[in-house]
């Protein structure tokens, strides 16, 4: 531990940047995980409510049972977590551009992931090759890579908020399949894009309040369903 009650779980480097994880645990005890991507600061579990709200609001908006679902990226693992305790959730792919993430997740690094849980498969590839290669395949695409279209943890993800990105994604879907994407801002620009995509129905942006050391944010998830008949 260093001296500011800072204790390092894993640092790696590779063709995406340094990826850290660590614990901190303040005066009082508590202990909070902190994870940082190429140098910017990706998330702690400090208040986990919106990457949680990302699942639960996607999948509240998915009829049926034995539903697939993508979650990209992994994170902490709270929005993956989330979509396994759903009991219609039948598998949850994870696509997540740090290998060593993946396999900090397999050593159980990762508290709230159940990592053994057979419906779980985590992938090391960037989401938008996963979601080129998966026409027609999920009922919720759950995306949480960036801080947010304009706060970008990698500058080549800019495509995935481009209306061939979104295309991308929406095709990924079964109809009637939900896309959901979390930002730290409110983004209303991504919300009017997803709109103009044809074949594309029920675009909601949803507000979500957070207070951080005293101080209000305004998160958001853009919601999207591929439109067409409900299978
Ligand atoms: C903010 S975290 C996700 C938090 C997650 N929702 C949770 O609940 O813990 C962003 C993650 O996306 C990953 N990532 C960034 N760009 C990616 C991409 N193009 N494809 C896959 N994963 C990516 C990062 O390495 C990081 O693990």
Same mark, same amino acid.
């Given at each position: 531990m260093f001296d500011d009650g800072l204790v390092e779980l894993g640092?790696?480097?590779?063709?995406?940047?340094? $990826?850290?994880?660590?614990?901190?645990?303040?005066?009082?005890? %508590? #202990?909070?995980?902190?994870?940082? $991507?190429?140098?910017?600061?990706?998330?702690?579990?400090?208040? %986990? #409510?919106?990457e949680r709200a990302l699942a639960t609001e996607a999948l509240a908006r998915c009829p049926g049972e034995r539903l697939r679902v993508l979650v990209g990226g992994l994170g902490l693992g709270w929005t993956a977590a989330t979509a396994l305790a759903d009991p219609r959730v039948a598998e949850v792919d994870v696509a997540e551009l740090q290998g060593p993430l993946v396999e900090w997740a397999g050593r159980g690094l990762l508290p709230v992931l159940p990592a053994d849980d057979p419906r779980l498969a985590l992938h090391v590839i960037d989401v938008a090759d996963h979601l080129a290669a998966s026409p027609g395949r999920y009922d919720a695409a759950l995306l949480d890579v960036d801080n947010g279209p304009g706060f970008l943890v990698h500058r080549t993800n800019a495509g995935l908020y481009s209306p061939a990105g979104l295309t991308t994604a929406i095709a990924a879907l079964r109809v009637g399949g939900v896309l959901a994407v979390w930002s730290s801002d409110p983004a209303p620009q991504l919300a009017d894009r997803l709109a103009g995509l044809p074949g594309v129905a029920d675009v909601e942006h949803l507000a979500l309040p957070v207070e951080r050391d005293g101080r209000r944010f305004d998160y958001a998830i853009v919601l999207a369903r591929r439109a067409g008949a409900p299978r």
């Amino acid at each position: 531990m260093f001296d500011d009650g800072l204790v390092e779980l894993g640092r790696a480097s590779g063709a995406h940047g340094e $990826v850290v994880l660590r614990r901190r645990t303040h005066p009082d005890g %508590t #202990a909070v995980t902190e994870l940082i $991507v190429d140098g910017v600061f990706a998330m702690d579990d400090v208040d %986990t #409510a919106t990457e949680r709200a990302l699942a639960t609001e996607a999948l509240a908006r998915c009829p049926g049972e034995r539903l697939r679902v993508l979650v990209g990226g992994l994170g902490l693992g709270w929005t993956a977590a989330t979509a396994l305790a759903d009991p219609r959730v039948a598998e949850v792919d994870v696509a997540e551009l740090q290998g060593p993430l993946v396999e900090w997740a397999g050593r159980g690094l990762l508290p709230v992931l159940p990592a053994d849980d057979p419906r779980l498969a985590l992938h090391v590839i960037d989401v938008a090759d996963h979601l080129a290669a998966s026409p027609g395949r999920y009922d919720a695409a759950l995306l949480d890579v960036d801080n947010g279209p304009g706060f970008l943890v990698h500058r080549t993800n800019a495509g995935l908020y481009s209306p061939a990105g979104l295309t991308t994604a929406i095709a990924a879907l079964r109809v009637g399949g939900v896309l959901a994407v979390w930002s730290s801002d409110p983004a209303p620009q991504l919300a009017d894009r997803l709109a103009g995509l044809p074949g594309v129905a029920d675009v909601e942006h949803l507000a979500l309040p957070v207070e951080r050391d005293g101080r209000r944010f305004d998160y958001a998830i853009v919601l999207a369903r591929r439109a067409g008949a409900p299978r």
